[in-house]
């Protein structure tokens, strides 16, 4: 299997433009889970979904993120618009459990200038 | 609520010398506890868990953890350290048992020197 995928692997983008992360979790998992880890705040869950429904959303930081299941082998996280404090390592990461012992992507770096 | 801390922010050893990696817990339940490993430009991966069974916990790569509960610890070890170690590494709890979310501390950056 090839992994949890997350595209791009960096992204930079201006303040105030919309910007779109994207996962492919491994296949036959059924929990999916976004964290994002900056310097200040460490490693934060976002949102994590089962069964392409999001279970708990408490961890998005404002109305500005939202993310998407559609089906069960891909998931969008989107900041619209962005701001330079949402830089930071976005990472999906996909179990058939819950999240204790996910498998985390590589990550996707943003930068927002 | 439950929280780590994880002391010290970036840990440097010998090749060959100990590995010892602190983490002390807060939990109002019996907690859950996971030690995550982060190469450079990687996702986190397990390294062990803690889960209420044996004390002594042993996981990949040689590292292993000892839950103490009377210090309220679970500091990961490796009796010799690899180049190939260097990385950061975060302890977490988790808030809901085996499936519950967790909270991660800060991480701790492991060197090892040549």
């Known amino acids: 299997d090839a992994g949890v995928i997350q595209s791009p692997r960096h992204e930079v983008t201006e303040m105030g433009q919309e910007v779109t992360l994207r996962c492919k979790p491994i296949s036959g998992h059924d929990y999916l889970f976004w964290y994002r880890q900056t310097m200040m705040r460490g490693l934060e869950l976002l949102i994590y979904?089962?069964?392409?429904?999001?279970?708990?959303d408490s961890g998005m930081p404002e109305d500005r993120f939202s993310a998407k299941m559609p089906n069960a082998s891909f998931s969008t996280l989107k900041i619209q618009p962005s701001e330079p404090r949402d830089s930071a390592v976005y990472f999906c990461a996909s179990n058939v459990r819950g999240p204790t012992e996910a498998f985390f992507g590589q990550g996707t770096r943003l930068t927002v200038v | 609520a439950q929280s780590v801390t994880q002391l010290g922010s970036h840990v440097s050893v010998s090749e060959g010398a100990l590995v010892l990696l602190r983490c002390n817990y807060s939990s109002s339940v019996p907690p859950y506890l996971f030690w995550y490993v982060q190469y450079p430009n990687q996702g986190l991966q397990l390294l062990l868990k803690?889960?209420?069974?044996?004390?002594l916990v042993k996981g990949i790569n040689g590292f292993e953890a000892e839950f103490k509960k009377s210090e309220t610890s679970f500091h990961l070890t490796k009796p010799s350290a690899h180049m190939s170690d260097a990385a950061e590494y975060f302890c977490a709890v988790s808030v809901g048992g085996s499936q519950g979310n967790l909270i991660f501390g800060k991480g701790t950056k492991l060197s090892v020197k040549p």
């Open positions: 979904f089962n069964n392409n429904v999001p279970i708990d």
């Open positions: 803690y889960t209420s069974a044996a004390t």
